[in-house]
Protein backbone atom coordinates (compact mmCIF):
# COMPACT_ATOMS: atom_id res chain seq x y z
CA UNK A 1 0.00 0.00 0.00
CA UNK A 2 2.52 2.85 0.51
CA UNK A 3 4.72 1.55 -2.62
CA UNK A 4 1.55 2.52 -4.61
CA UNK A 5 0.39 5.70 -2.28
CA UNK A 6 4.51 6.46 -3.21
CA UNK A 7 4.11 5.49 -7.15
CA UNK A 8 0.68 7.73 -7.29
CA UNK A 9 2.61 10.20 -5.20
CA UNK A 10 5.67 10.77 -8.08
CA UNK A 11 3.31 10.67 -10.79
CA UNK A 12 1.45 13.45 -10.09
CA UNK A 13 4.56 14.96 -9.24
CA UNK A 14 5.90 13.91 -12.57
CA UNK A 15 3.15 15.18 -14.56
CA UNK A 16 2.81 18.54 -12.87
CA UNK A 17 6.52 19.07 -13.57
CA UNK A 18 5.64 18.38 -17.27
CA UNK A 19 3.06 20.81 -17.65
CA UNK A 20 5.14 23.04 -16.06
CA UNK A 21 7.98 22.58 -18.97
CA UNK A 22 5.10 22.67 -21.23
CA UNK A 23 5.14 26.40 -20.60
CA UNK A 24 8.62 27.06 -19.90
CA UNK A 25 8.80 25.53 -23.77
CA UNK A 26 5.58 28.04 -25.04
CA UNK A 27 7.60 30.80 -23.64
CA UNK A 28 11.14 29.97 -24.92
CA UNK A 29 9.48 30.14 -28.47
CA UNK A 30 7.72 33.31 -28.28
CA UNK A 31 11.18 35.62 -26.93
CA UNK A 32 12.24 35.87 -30.65
CA UNK A 33 8.17 37.56 -31.12
CA UNK A 34 8.38 39.70 -28.47
CA UNK A 35 11.91 40.85 -29.37
CA UNK A 36 10.77 41.68 -33.01
CA UNK A 37 8.04 43.52 -31.54
CA UNK A 38 9.78 45.75 -29.18
CA UNK A 39 11.80 46.73 -32.17
CA UNK A 40 8.89 47.60 -33.84
CA UNK A 41 7.70 49.55 -31.27
CA UNK A 42 10.88 51.63 -30.74
CA UNK A 43 11.12 52.23 -34.59
CA UNK A 44 7.32 53.51 -34.08
CA UNK A 45 8.53 56.29 -31.89
CA UNK A 46 11.66 56.99 -33.65
CA UNK A 47 9.37 57.22 -36.86
CA UNK A 48 7.25 59.50 -34.78
CA UNK A 49 10.18 61.88 -33.61
CA UNK A 50 11.82 62.05 -36.69
CA UNK A 51 8.66 62.72 -38.70
CA UNK A 52 7.86 65.42 -36.21
CA UNK A 53 10.89 67.26 -36.38
CA UNK A 54 11.41 67.14 -39.87
CA UNK A 55 8.03 68.12 -41.23
CA UNK A 56 6.41 71.05 -39.72
CA UNK A 57 2.75 69.96 -40.62
CA UNK A 58 3.49 66.38 -38.81
CA UNK A 59 0.80 65.80 -37.05
CA UNK A 60 -1.44 66.67 -38.90
CA UNK A 61 -4.35 68.76 -36.59
CA UNK A 62 -8.11 69.77 -37.51
CA UNK A 63 -8.17 72.04 -34.51
CA UNK A 64 -6.89 73.33 -31.29
CA UNK A 65 -9.40 70.85 -30.03
CA UNK A 66 -8.31 67.62 -31.08
CA UNK A 67 -6.24 65.72 -28.51
CA UNK A 68 -4.91 62.58 -29.94
CA UNK A 69 -3.38 61.78 -33.46
CA UNK A 70 -2.78 58.29 -34.19
CA UNK A 71 -1.42 56.41 -37.16
CA UNK A 72 -0.27 52.42 -37.92
CA UNK A 73 2.38 51.49 -40.44
CA UNK A 74 3.18 48.08 -41.42
CA UNK A 75 7.09 47.07 -42.11
CA UNK A 76 7.82 44.35 -45.39
CA UNK A 77 11.27 42.65 -45.60
CA UNK A 78 13.54 42.67 -48.33
CA UNK A 79 11.15 39.81 -50.16
CA UNK A 80 8.09 42.11 -49.69
CA UNK A 81 6.38 39.98 -47.14
CA UNK A 82 4.78 41.67 -43.72
CA UNK A 83 7.09 41.17 -41.06
CA UNK A 84 4.89 43.43 -38.51
CA UNK A 85 3.37 46.68 -37.65
CA UNK A 86 3.31 49.42 -35.45
CA UNK A 87 0.81 51.88 -34.32
CA UNK A 88 1.67 54.95 -32.95
CA UNK A 89 -0.51 57.79 -30.85
CA UNK A 90 0.46 61.36 -30.33
CA UNK A 91 -1.15 62.90 -27.34
CA UNK A 92 -1.62 66.49 -27.90
CA UNK A 93 -2.80 67.50 -23.99
CA UNK A 94 0.66 68.85 -22.85
CA UNK A 95 2.44 70.11 -26.35
CA UNK A 96 1.50 73.62 -25.60
CA UNK A 97 3.16 76.34 -22.92
CA UNK A 98 4.21 75.48 -19.91
CA UNK A 99 5.09 72.35 -20.44
CA UNK A 100 6.15 71.80 -24.03
CA UNK A 101 6.28 67.78 -24.06
CA UNK A 102 4.99 65.37 -26.27
CA UNK A 103 3.34 62.16 -24.95
CA UNK A 104 3.26 59.51 -27.55
CA UNK A 105 2.46 55.89 -27.05
CA UNK A 106 3.52 52.91 -30.16
CA UNK A 107 2.81 49.57 -30.02
CA UNK A 108 4.81 46.91 -32.07
CA UNK A 109 2.83 43.84 -32.89
CA UNK A 110 4.38 40.76 -34.84
CA UNK A 111 1.25 39.24 -36.53
CA UNK A 112 0.52 35.90 -38.53
CA UNK A 113 -2.48 35.77 -40.63
CA UNK A 114 -5.75 36.19 -37.97
CA UNK A 115 -3.69 36.41 -34.78
CA UNK A 116 -0.77 38.52 -32.98
CA UNK A 117 2.26 36.28 -32.14
CA UNK A 118 3.32 39.40 -29.96
CA UNK A 119 2.87 42.72 -28.87
CA UNK A 120 5.11 45.78 -27.14
CA UNK A 121 4.30 48.77 -25.96
CA UNK A 122 6.41 51.95 -25.10
CA UNK A 123 5.24 55.25 -23.62
CA UNK A 124 7.68 58.39 -24.28
CA UNK A 125 7.80 61.79 -23.81
CA UNK A 126 10.14 64.02 -26.15
CA UNK A 127 10.83 67.43 -25.08
CA UNK A 128 9.63 70.04 -27.37
CA UNK A 129 10.97 73.27 -25.52
CA UNK A 130 13.23 74.97 -28.23
CA UNK A 131 14.81 76.77 -25.14
CA UNK A 132 15.59 75.18 -21.46
CA UNK A 133 12.48 76.27 -19.76
CA UNK A 134 12.69 79.44 -17.49
CA UNK A 135 15.84 80.92 -19.43
CA UNK A 136 17.16 81.70 -23.18
CA UNK A 137 19.56 78.97 -23.13
CA UNK A 138 19.51 76.97 -26.41
CA UNK A 139 17.46 73.33 -24.87
CA UNK A 140 19.85 70.23 -25.70
CA UNK A 141 17.43 68.18 -25.15
CA UNK A 142 15.28 69.55 -27.77
CA UNK A 143 13.29 66.87 -29.77
CA UNK A 144 14.84 63.96 -27.31
CA UNK A 145 13.45 61.52 -24.96
CA UNK A 146 13.17 62.88 -21.83
CA UNK A 147 11.20 60.02 -20.31
CA UNK A 148 10.44 56.27 -21.82
CA UNK A 149 8.37 53.92 -19.77
CA UNK A 150 8.27 50.12 -20.97
CA UNK A 151 5.18 48.56 -20.85
CA UNK A 152 6.09 45.55 -21.98
CA UNK A 153 4.44 42.70 -23.87
CA UNK A 154 0.76 42.80 -24.23
Known sequence: MISLSLMLML??????????RQAQYRAAAAAPYQAQARA?????LEDCRVKWQK????PPRVSDDQLY???????PDDSGQVVGSFTVTVDFRL???????AR???VGAVESPGQPLAQHKILAEFDLSEVVRGTTTPNPKYF??????????L
Open 95 to 101: VGPPYRV
Open 11 to 20: LVLGIAFLYR
Open 144 to 153: QYINWKDMGN
Open 40 to 44: LCQAG
Open 55 to 58: DSHF
Open 104 to 106: VTS
Open 69 to 75: FSYRETL
